[in-house]
């Protein structure tokens, strides 16, 4: 993961240790990391703020890919 000043509850997050998963370049394990975003972690809406504070355009946080994340920003969608 990218070294940032995370908050606590992503210590426990179900993305720990799945790097591999999470910053994958094919769709279907980007997709599997969707999945495990919004059906494994309580904490979706607060990653998917952090991630676009931090202007997180890589990987996937808080159940968006790194397009997505990159298309919310553009747009300003998320203020
Ligand atoms: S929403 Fe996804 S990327 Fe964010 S902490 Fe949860 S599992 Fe990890």
Same mark, same amino acid.
């Given at each position: 993961m990218f070294d940032l000043n995370t908050p606590e509850w992503f210590s426990k997050a179900p993305c720990i $240790?799945?790097?591999? #998963?999470?910053?994958? %370049?094919?769709?279907s394990k980007r997709r599997m990391a969707v999945a495990k975003c919004t059906e494994? *972690? +309580?904490n979706t809406? !607060? *990653?998917?703020?952090?991630a676009l504070d931090n202007k997180m355009t890589q $990987?996937?946080? +808080? $159940? !968006?890919? +790194?397009p997505e994340l990159?298309? #919310?920003l553009e %747009?300003? %969608?998320y203020a």
């Open positions: $240790g799945e790097d591999r #998963l999470f910053f994958s %370049a094919h769709p494994e *972690c +309580g809406e !607060k *990653c998917l703020q952090f $990987g996937v946080w +808080g $159940g !968006k890919t +790194g990159s298309r #919310l %747009a300003d %969608a």
